[in-house]
């Protein structure tokens, strides 16, 4: 069974960092797509970011574009996304995700991912 852990959230001022991870077990990981969404009170969730696992080809949403880095380490199975410049509207619980349906296109809607971790807690203070 699939199971997802994110790790790294917290309470963060305005400009500063976090470093989230995404931990994956369960089952082989190469051929998947591992996406990073997060979802604000009252508010649809939404994509942040997201990585093929076996090429390593990203996507981001463009609101985080030039901030968020995600990256992933294969022999650790794990994902992370690498948080800098946080702004208070970057306030979210953040899950990450993945989808199994192939790991040449990265789709960015939430509903086409067959997995997700638990979700982190991030807060950014003005």
């Known amino acids: 069974q699939v199971q997802l852990a994110e790790s790294g959230g917290g309470l963060v001022q305005a400009g500063g960092s976090l470093r989230l991870s995404c931990a994956a077990s369960?089952?082989?990981?190469?051929?998947?797509?591992m996406g990073w969404f997060r979802q604000a009170p009252g508010k649809e969730r939404e994509f942040v970011a997201a990585?093929?696992?076996?090429?390593?080809?990203?996507y981001y949403a463009e609101s985080v574009k030039g901030r968020f880095t995600i990256s992933r380490d294969n022999a650790k199975n794990t994902v992370y996304l690498q948080m800098n410049s946080l702004k208070p509207e970057d306030t979210a619980v953040y899950y990450c995700?993945?989808?199994?349906?192939?790991?040449?296109?990265?789709?960015?809607?939430?509903?086409?991912?067959?997995?997700w971790g638990q979700g982190t807690q991030v807060t950014v203070s003005s």
């Open positions: 995700a993945a989808d199994f349906r192939t790991d040449q296109v990265i789709d960015a809607r939430w509903r086409k991912y067959d997995y």
């Open positions: 990585i093929t696992w076996s090429a390593g080809r990203i």
């Open positions: 369960g089952r082989t990981f190469s051929n998947c797509v």
